[in-house]
């Protein structure tokens, strides 16, 4: 490239990085790989703005993914902006809190007036502050701010609501179970599915593991769905009764499924698997006591099954069942504390994939309603009336959430042309970081908010695209130029953070996805060490293999915060985090996902196995999801990839992949043990 004489010093960038930033393209995307200088690729374009293209600072809108990421843009163009080194060494300060770090931040901020009139923010604080301006258009100008269940990090300036997303969902809730008959199908579900644990394969009546499995409204466990059918039939009409009660008739001991004390009657349930019931009855008679018999059979068809037992129980009951008493939501979820938070968090992440899509709360019903999946059909059931009950809620008292300020930002756009019109005009540069996991919404928002002349300039990795599951379109990076016309598009092919073999291993891993553009990394470090896979039949033995590398790298000098630990869930570092935490190693440990940005010189990737709830194990993802986005195995096979992709990419040097049990397919016909050669 001919040198081109700016005021701003290009020099650092290669070739590539300085075409992105010299662009003068209205649609940029710089597509590029991990570890090769996007987000400062990205700083250099605003540095270029200000001193070359004489950009008025206030015309520049850089977005970001979080707000973490968002403060350390603005850190890093002070550190570039401050000559004197100051701002380093309050950075370098160890021991500062997050807030004294904010603090600094903003008198730093002070200090160079043009660096506090660019507009840096995440998308919910750029659709915050058009709300606070203009939201009176299309909402209450006195909204109040609810806290994402994901991040209380925000900083709303005491315009915060005083609940946050996942206190308001279990409000509504609560309300909702007033009504009997809610309170029993969300306990139902609780017990079926995160308390016993009840897979869709398991058809719910040939299903019948050995011994008690199944809990029953009343908190107990019985043999088969049938049995806690009747269970929860009984509990439903108030009926007391006892399970499995031990009698003992005419010198031998015997357990009736039930017996009902207020109809003096013994209840027997029949199935194909039951043993045979004619002594029991023999044994009854010969004590003068009933025995109804119920069948298998007739379970199938609840309605049917319902009615039988009317007839049969109540019919003999005298005491008056009509006055039910109130179950309490407290009570009943007493023992269930654990279940029911897990719970909420689905929702609450699927309520997010909903508002991210763009599809309304009926079109979800009717695709749910046609699910082949019992667990699925009841989970939108009861669900979507606790959204809907959640959105009122909002609306009744003023209140916004994070979807909802994107939401209402482009409902303004929408209907308030002039007011969009001053964005526009405004905004003349618009760059956006970390652009393969924007969504339906975003984008739409960025569609109306870019203008024809203005710059749109985006960087991402759609290899690193990993939220799928939370509404991220990779098709937008992917297809970028059906989204936004004439773009240039730029590949950075330089990986400047991991050394030959990590680089390597990646683009090896990476290749295999079918959805993607393909793009040739190579490693600016050339050597390096080998990339180590350990596997043992026991964790012990993976454990102490990490151990004793992690003493190694430590006596080499490397210090403790630059040992990363990545596992895909967290039951699968329990074991390893607690013997190093005992001995007072503190290395960080991180789920995939939250590592997305970091890296270390010395990375563990846990789990390796493709196992259930291993690595990769594409069907992890909850089928509930595949209601709001329709998703096939090789296309969740392929996030799995590009998870193992953003994990691989986090190692500057040393790369460790270990695992108990099996290794996973991710290395079939690898070469195992040490010394991986990909
Ligand atoms: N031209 C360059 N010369 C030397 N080092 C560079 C250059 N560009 C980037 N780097 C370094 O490479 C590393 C990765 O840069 P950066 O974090 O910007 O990459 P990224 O592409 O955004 O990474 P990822 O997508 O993996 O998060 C940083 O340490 C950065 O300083």
Redesign the pocket.
């Known amino acids: 490239m001919n040198t081109i004489h700016t005021r701003t010093d290009l020099s650092?960038?290669?070739d590539q990085?300085r075409k992105a930033v010299l662009s003068r393209e209205n649609r940029v995307l710089v597509l590029?790989g991990?570890?090769?200088?996007?987000?400062?690729?990205l700083l250099q374009k605003i540095n270029y703005l200000i001193n070359d293209v004489q950009a008025d600072s206030k015309s520049i809108l850089a977005i970001t993914y979080t707000k973490n990421a968002a403060n350390e843009m603005i850190d890093r163009m002070i550190l570039a902006a401050d000559k004197t080194g100051f701002y380093k060494k309050v950075m370098e300060t160890n021991g500062l809190t997050k807030k004294e770090k904010d603090q600094e931040r903003k008198k730093m901020l002070h200090k160079y007036p043009w660096l506090n009139q660019i507009t840096m923010k995440t998308f919910h604080g750029l659709c915050y502050q058009i709300m606070r301006d203009e939201g009176v258009n299309v909402y209450d100008n006195q909204f109040k701010i609810v806290h994402s269940h994901r991040d209380n990090s925000a900083d709303f300036f005491g315009n915060t609501a005083p609940e946050n997303e996942s206190e308001i969902i279990q409000k509504v809730a609560i309300k909702m179970s007033e009504k009997r008959d809610f309170l029993i199908a969300l306990k139902r579900y609780i017990l079926d599915y995160f308390v016993d644990n009840i897979k869709e394969d398991q058809g719910s009546l040939e299903f019948r593991p050995e011994g008690l499995f199944f809990t029953t409204l009343k908190g107990e466990k019985v043999r088969s769905k049938s049995e806690q059918y009747i269970a929860d039939w009984l509990f439903r009409n108030n009926i007391d009764y006892k399970y499995e009660l031990k009698e003992r008739i005419s010198n031998s001991n015997f357990h009736p499924d039930f017996f009902i004390p207020s109809a003096n009657i013994y209840l027997e349930h029949v199935s194909k698997l039951s043993h045979p019931t004619f002594w029991k009855e023999m044994e009854l008679k010969k004590g003068g006591m009933t025995c109804i018999k119920t069948f298998d059979k007739a379970t199938h068809n609840s309605a049917v099954f319902n009615q039988m037992l009317d007839k049969v129980i109540k019919g003999r009951i005298s005491n008056d069942l009509s006055s039910a008493t109130v179950l309490n939501y407290h009570e009943e979820f007493g023992g269930f504390k654990k279940e029911l938070n897990k719970f909420f968090r689905l929702v609450l992440d699927v309520k997010g994939a909903i508002n991210a899509s763009n599809k309304s709360i009926v079109e979800i019903s009717e695709e749910a309603s046609k699910s082949k999946h019992e667990r699925v059909r009841l989970f939108y059931k009861i669900v979507l009336p606790i959204i809907k009950g959640y959105d009122a809620y909002c609306v009744d008292r003023s209140y916004l959430d994070f979807d909802g300020l994107i939401k209402y930002s482009l409902k303004l756009f929408k209907e308030h042309n002039t007011i969009r019109n001053r964005y526009e005009k405004q905004y003349k540069y618009i760059l956006v970081d970390e652009f393969q996991d924007v969504n339906n919404q975003q984008v739409a928002f960025l569609k109306y908010l870019v203008g024809k002349d203005s710059q749109l300039f985006c960087v991402g990795?759609d290899w690193?695209s990993i939220y799928g599951f939370r509404g991220s379109e990779i098709d937008f990076i992917v297809n970028f130029k059906e989204h936004f016309k004439q773009p240039e598009i730029i590949t950075?092919n330089l990986n400047?953070?991991s050394t030959d073999p990590i680089v390597k291993a990646s683009n090896e891993i990476i290749k295999k996805n079918r959805f993607q553009v393909s793009k040739d990394m190579s490693a600016?470090k050339k050597g390096g060490p080998k990339i180590e896979v350990n596997y043992a039949q026991l964790e012990a033995e993976t454990n102490s293999f990490i151990w004793e590398k992690i003493q190694k790298h430590l006596g080499e000098g490397i210090n403790a915060d630059e040992i990363l630990i990545l596992y895909r869930r967290s039951a699968m570092k329990t074991s390893i985090q607690k013997s190093l935490e005992k001995s007072g190693v503190k290395v960080q440990f991180k789920t995939i996902h939250s590592a997305?940005?970091l890296?270390a010189k010395v990375v563990f990737i846990l789990g390796l196995n493709s196992a259930p709830g291993g690595f990769p194990d594409p069907w992890m993802q909850d089928k509930i999801y595949h209601v709001i986005k329709k998703t096939e195995y090789n296309t969740l096979l392929e996030e799995e990839r590009r998870l193992f992709y953003v994990a691989l990419?986090r190692a500057k040097e040393h790369l460790y992949l270990v695992t108990p049990y099996q290794l996973s397919f991710f290395f079939k016909k690898k070469r195992v043990k040490t010394g991986l050669k990909i």
């Open positions: 650092p960038l290669n990085q590029a991990a570890g090769s200088g996007k987000t400062n690729t990795d690193q950075l400047y953070r600016v997305k940005g890296e990419t």
